[in-house]
T-cell receptor, first 111, second 113 residues
Framework: DVKVTQSSRYLVKRTGEKVFLECVQD?????MFWYRQDPGLGLRLIYF???????EKGDIPEGYSVSREKKERFSLILESASTNQTSMYLC??????????FGEGSRLTVL | QQPVQSPQAVILREGEDAVINCSSS?????VHWYRQKHGEAPVFLMI?????EQKGHEKISASFNEKKQQSSLYLTASQLSYSGTYFC??????????????FGRGTQLTVWP
């Protein structure tokens, strides 16, 4: 069965802390994505990766970075968390035929 | 780049029909449709790749009008299980946006018994 696993469902961090959100897929997909979901705004693309060590900025990359050292793992990093980064973060990987498989999401609260 | 979805919200009785629209200001390569239930991850419904393509999934179907740069999702004889937020995702041909999938803001569908 297809699986995208996000390491933490809920996190609470303080302003200025470094935050790591991990995502692992077991489908050998090349493309992986990080989205941010806020009420009324839909899913907004932060970063995506089309291969190991390859990454592209999405629409809202400011304050975020990513790492893809292995094909199955795509990490989102908040170098210095701020309160406006409180949100739901969704990771996805894409099947070659186009379908996206999403993880369960990581709800981050920054105090 | 974000596609525009309409309406923002729909409330239905079981058995009623609904249409959700998704339009883009740019030429589309493909359109995806996803449904997200409260507290869960979005789940893929279907993808349309060609203008004029229509697809069905049980009583949920969609069309893609490439000329008008829009897609519509049709839910017929709605069931309680159809409740959730529906998102369209759009991909564009080539250029700096190659490979990206942009999502609309979502349409919240509520089906009452």
């Amino acid at each position: 069965d297809v699986k995208v696993t996000q390491s933490s469902r809920y996190l609470v961090k303080r302003t200025g802390e470094k935050v790591f959100l991990e995502c692992v897929q077991d489908m050998d997909h090349e493309n992986m994505f990080w989205y941010r979901q806020d009420p009324g705004l839909g899913l907004r693309l932060i970063y995506f990766s089309y291969d190991v060590k390859m990454k592209e900025k999405g629409d809202i990359p400011e304050g975020y970075s990513v790492s893809r050292e292995k094909k199955e793992r795509f990490s989102l990093i908040l170098e210095s968390a701020s309160t406006n980064q409180t949100s739901m973060y969704l990771c996805a990987s894409r099947h070659p035929l186009g379908e996206l498989f999403f993880g369960e999401g990581s709800r981050l609260t920054v105090l | 780049q974000q596609p525009v979805q309409s309406p923002q919200a729909v409330i239905l009785r079981e058995g009623e029909d609904a249409v959700i629209n998704c339009s883009s200001s740019k030429a589309l390569y493909s359109v995806h449709w996803y449904r997200q239930k409260h507290g869960e991850a979005p789940v893929f419904l279907m993808i349309l790749l060609k203008g004029g393509e229509q697809k069905g999934h049980e009583k949920i179907s969609a069309s893609f009008n490439e000329k008008k740069q829009q897609s519509s999702l049709y839910l017929t004889a709605s069931q309680l299980s159809y409740s959730g937020t529906y998102f369209c995702g759009t991909a564009f041909r080539g250029g700096s946006t190659l490979g990206r999938l942009y999502f609309g803001r979502g349409t919240q569908l509520t089906v009452w018994p």
